[in-house]
Antibody
């Protein structure tokens, strides 16, 4: 079954760290660029980060650069997002997204909720 | 950064009617535009890419048009399962990839 399943969400205090994972199945994971996209409560979608198919190239939104790190393990078909120095405004549902060749998201996970408390 | 805008914020439509959603880019993005459908608690779903190409499995009642800075998503004969929030996204100039604020289609 072609799917992405996120895990690792939860409640964390401001300033602490959290690591999200995404398990991919049903497609050749190592061939595709992957994204993280988030949705804050009551807000729209916000792109967070991108990693190339081989992991050599990474990009970040200004709001998370220097605090978040995207990585992938192609042997294990997993994508991760290590989040440090979390802030209240990082509270959101984080979606793992497979990018099609044109770099739009053609497969999305159900999302993992991250709540940052004071 | 390319800014995406959408109109209207909310569209009230009766089942069986047509819905027309608009999306604008702050600068030309060619046809590098995607539309997504998002229902609460679910994964967003790709509807349209390349401004007018339907994604795999998307019903024919969904159609996209436009190029440059103006784009339209049309949903003909709305079904109950079509009530959702719709987002446009540009993938011409990145980073960042940018989304519009969304249009909520609800039942009239």
């Amino acid at each position: 079954q072609v799917q992405l399943v996120e895990s690792g969400g939860g409640v964390v205090q401001s300033g602490r760290s959290l690591r999200l994972s995404c398990a991919a199945s049903g497609f050749n994971f190592s061939s595709y660029t992957m994204f993280w996209v988030r949705q804050a409560p009551g807000k729209g979608l916000e792109w967070v980060s991108l990693i190339s198919y081989n992991g050599r190239n990474t990009y970040y939104a200004d709001s998370v650069r220097g605090r978040f790190a995207i990585a992938r393990d192609n042997s294990d078909h997993t994508l991760s997002l290590q989040m440090h120095s979390l802030r209240i405004d990082d509270t959101a549902i984080y979606f793992c997204v497979k990018a099609a060749r044109g770099l739009f998201g053609d497969l999305w996970g159900q999302g993992a909720l991250v709540t940052v408390s004071s | 950064e390319i800014v995406m805008t959408q109109s209207p914020a909310t569209l009230s439509v009766s089942p069986g009617d047509r819905a027309t959603l608009s999306c604008w880019a702050s600068q030309s993005i060619g046809i590098n535009l995607a539309w997504y459908q998002h229902k609460p608690g679910q994964a967003p779903r790709l509807l349209i890419y390349g401004a007018s190409m339907r994604a795999t499995g998307i019903p024919g009642r969904f159609s996209g048009s436009g190029s440059g800075t103006e784009f339209i998503l049309t949903i003909n004969s709305l079904q109950s399962e079509d009530f959702a929030v719709y987002y446009c996204q540009q993938y011409m100039n990145w980073p960042p990839f940018t989304f519009g604020p969304g249009t909520k289609v609800d039942i009239k």
